[in-house]
Nanobody, 127 residues
Framework: QVQLVESGGGLVQAGASLRLSCAAS????????MGWFRQAPGKEREFVAA????????WYGDSVKGRYTISRDNAKNTVTLQMNSLKPEDTAVYYC????????????????????WGQGTQVTVST
């Protein structure tokens, strides 16, 4: 019983930065994982980043490694995705997701391993 609400999406130029937030409500265990996924029209949902709800480690998809940073603020029940050096190929609907299981691989990389999803927020990067 978790509700997730993303915010912070928008339209930006290539090279710009954007910061997405995910507000979570409901029961959260210290070892719950939070993830960010993205989906462009006609494409499968893609893993972006994951973080243990209580702290490190973090993990990033190859396409965003070095450009994106996932973080969390447990006091505020929020997860943040800082996106830098944005590229047109980053254009997608970005979804926040909560996993009820532990931090383990490959589970945290998989859409099917997350039980709760936000409504998504659109990120558009223009050329």
């Amino acid at each position: 019983q978790v509700q997730l609400v993303e915010s912070g999406g928008g339209l930006v130029q290539a090279g710009a930065s954007l910061r997405l937030s995910c507000a979570a409500s409901g029961r959260t265990f210290s070892n719950n994982v939070m993830g960010w996924f993205r989906q462009a029209p006609g494409k499968e949902r893609e893993f972006v980043a994951a973080i243990n709800w209580s702290g490190p480690p973090t993990w990033y998809g190859d396409s965003v490694k070095g450009r994106y940073t996932i973080s969390r603020d447990n006091a505020k029940n929020t997860v943040t995705l800082q996106m830098n050096s944005l590229k047109p190929e980053d254009t997608a609907v970005y979804y926040c997701a909560a996993r009820t299981g532990p931090w383990s691989f490959p589970a945290v990389l998989l859409t099917t391993a997350y039980a709760y999803w936000g409504q998504g927020t659109q990120v558009t990067v223009s050329t």
